[in-house]
């Protein structure tokens, strides 16, 4: 291969995205540990952000009558749902709000950065959750169970109030949360994915304290393995605390939305409000809360 042609091809390859590596690399089985990006794996295994946008927007339509145009997403780490809330329409406006610095930069690097000019839409803050009040939003979501952080009710009461006095009048908070007899128990989930596979690991749990220890790896086709790729350090919170201290935090409606089941009683993904849950051994919830 001549110099000139050598030279294209590296070009070539340098200006593809991540996510175009990534994806070509797992449709020819090529994803290792070594070369593949664990952002891009989360989001492909974990988030359904287009999905939780919809959804998010359905929601406050219906309880109010309009869309809501502005949008925070908390815990936002790659503001993958912030990308997605932009793309339903050029009124739409997001703040994500996270801790980290380095994966804030990923999200700007590969979720605001495709969207050209409509990224300008979106502001990244990089602040601890419960000290940023201002702009006021009319959707604030807490969600992948980032939320578990906070490990005592002294603390997720500083939280809740915080989302309380970072709402508009006419706000809506929405945070997910999963339980069941399954969720208390030390196991590994494996979930196959294209060109890799997800692994939940359920490591430790304190019926105590209800603190649990979990870790996502991912192993791929040449027997590699991501190790701990995130590591999670939590309070399981359940229904009706969170509710109780939601109401206490001045939320003047709280509604579970729980998920549906398809003829195989397996989960179909739809979620509708209820006030009675099935005996699901493990189950995945959103709480709506309306200020």
């Not at 590969?110 to 979106?122: M, Q, V, Y």
């Not at 995130?230 to 729980?258: H, I, M, N, Q």
Request: charged letters at 30%; a negative charge.
């Amino acid at each position: 291969m001549g110099g000139n042609a050598k030279l294209e091809k590296k070009k070539s390859k340098e200006s593809k995205s991540l996510a175009e590596q990534m994806a070509k690399l797992a449709r020819k089985g090529r994803l290792t540990a070594k070369n593949a990006d664990r952002h891009w794996l989360y989001e492909k295994s974990v988030q359904n952000a287009d999905v939780e946008v919809e959804f998010i927007d359905r929601v406050y339509a219906e309880r109010f009558g309009r869309h809501a145009r502005f949008l925070r997403e908390d815990f936002c780490g790659t503001a993958n749902l912030c990308a997605e809330w932009v793309r339903l329409g050029a009124d739409r406006t997001a703040l994500g709000v996270d801790y980290d610095e380095p994966t804030l930069q990923w999200g700007r690097e590969n979720n605001l950065a495709p969207l050209g000019e409509d990224a300008a839409r979106i502001t990244l803050v990089r602040d601890d959750v419960r000290r940023v009040r201002e702009p006021q939003a009319e959707v604030l979501t807490a969600t992948n169970f980032s939320w578990w952080g906070f490990k005592t009710r002294a603390e997720l009461k500083e939280y809740l109030l915080n989302c309380h006095a970072s709402l508009r009048d006419d706000g809506m908070l929405m945070m997910d949360c999963y339980g069941g007899p399954e969720a208390q128990v030390p196991q590994e989930e494996e979930r196959e994915q294209d060109g890799f596979d997800y692994i939940w690991d359920q490591d430790t749990f304190n019926p105590i304290t209800n603190e649990i220890t979990c870790y996502i790896d991912f192993s791929f086709p040449d027997g590699s393995r991501m190790k701990k790729a995130f590591a999670y350090d939590w309070r399981l919170w359940s229904l009706p605390e969170t509710c109780d201290l939601l109401a206490e935090c001045g939320f003047r409606e709280t509604v579970v939305y729980w998920e549906g089941t398809d003829e195989d009683g397996e989960p179909d993904g739809e979620f509708q409000p209820s006030r009675e849950g099935d005996l699901a051994p493990a189950w995945v919830a959103y709480i709506l809360a309306f200020k």
